[in-house]
Structure formats: structure tokens, C-alpha cells
């Protein structure tokens, strides 16, 4: 059974910086295009960051140039650096593969962003 587990989030301030990671039991990243999620509260799971298996990545628009998409295959873990943090940013991360028929979600990790 695949269980993913996202990791550190947190509370910080407009333009501060975090970095989370995305394990997984029971799945292997490698081989596939991952991407982070973002949820709003309320709204949908919104794709904001992907990378495929040969590391290319790709961005929303209003995360480009602050985010950053890795992935580390030995270890079976995804990584998203988020730099100049803003409040829009705010929101649950999940990460997840891109497929149709995606893994059961994960817990998330949940970002807040002051202002």
C-alpha cells in the first residue's frame, strides 16, 4: 500500500524561506513525473511545481524563479525549496505522481504565510 508523507511546513513571513520533502513507503519515485500540490482552503489542489524523470521542471507562473523542484532517486524523496515566501502561498502541500491514476494522498504539509 502506497502512503505519502509530506514534511516541513510551517508559520513564517513574507519573503522567509522553507523546504519541503516528500517520502514515500510502498512507491518509487523514480521513473515517474512528481509534482507538489497546493490546496487553499476551500478550494481544489492546484499543480504548482512538476519534475520529470530527468530532472526537467516545470512552474506555475507565480512560483517561477521562487521555487525550486528537486528530486534525490536514491533516497526515493522530492523536495520543493520555496524562497521569498508571500502570503499567497499559503495552502496545504502534497505531492503526489503525475498520472491519471494517481497514488492515494498524503497528509500534506500545511505553509502559512504572514504578511
Known amino acids: 500500500q502506497v502512503q505519502l508523507m509530506e514534511s516541513g511546513g510551517g508559520s513564517v513571513q513574507a519573503g522567509q524561506s522553507l523546504t519541503l520533502t516528500c517520502a514515500a513507503s510502498g512507491a518509487i519515485f523514480a521513473g515517474n513525473t512528481m509534482a507538489w500540490y497546493r490546496q487553499k482552503p476551500g478550494g481544489t489542489r492546484e499543480e504548482v511545481a512538476a519534475i520529470t524523470p530527468r530532472d526537467m521542471t516545470i512552474y506555475e507562473d507565480r512560483v517561477k524563479g521562487r521555487f525550486a523542484a528537486t528530486r534525490d532517486s536514491d533516497k526515493n524523496l522530492l523536495y520543493l525549496q520555496m524562497n521569498n515566501l508571500k502570503p499567497e502561498d499559503t495552502g496545504f502541500y502534497f505531492c503526489?505522481?503525475?498520472?491519471?491514476?494517481?497514488?492515494?494522498w498524503g497528509q500534506g504539509t500545511q505553509v502559512a504565510v504572514s504578511p
Open positions: 503526489n505522481k503525475v498520472d491519471y491514476k494517481q497514488w492515494p
